[in-house]
Nanobody, 124 residues
Framework: QVQLVESGGGLVQAGGSLRLSCVAS????????MGWFRQAPGKEREFVTA????????SYADSVKGRFTCSRDNAKNTVYLQMNSLKPEDTAVYYC?????????????????WGQGTQVTVSS
């Protein structure tokens, strides 16, 4: 069983920055691919970014490319999402997810464990 706990969300003005963290339980965190997804009110959950087990490979949704950066620290069982130049359309609940086997994925169904989410609100 893997537990994921996100933190770092909050209210920020457009153009501002936030850094989300996701701490994972378990001794094999370093073998998991990790992803970040988000869900805005009335919308489906969507892919934001994913990172390989080593951190050597990342992928991003077009909507966040160049503004968001995903990284991980396997010694701390933590994955991060640095969000810069935030826009009101980035407002959503952000979820981290763990993929036990295989490489990264941009689809929800590829992930085995999910956190409870952290709210990010960007005001205009």
């Amino acid at each position: 069983q893997v537990q994921l706990v996100e933190s770092g969300g909050g209210l920020v003005q457009a153009g501002g920055s936030l850094r989300l963290s996701c701490v994972a339980s378990g001794r094999t965190f370093s073998s998991y691919a990790m992803g970040w997804f988000r869900q805005a009110p009335g919308k489906e959950r969507e892919f934001v970014t994913a990172i390989s087990w080593s951190g050597g490979s990342t992928s991003y949704a077009d909507s966040v490319k160049g503004r968001f950066t995903c990284s991980r620290d396997n010694a701390k069982n933590t994955v991060y999402l640095q969000m810069n130049s935030l826009k009101p359309e980035d407002t959503a609940v952000y979820y981290c997810a763990a993929k036990i086997a295989g490489g990264t994925s941009a689809t929800l169904y590829g992930y085995d464990y999910w956190g409870q989410g952290t709210q990010v609100t960007v005001s205009s």
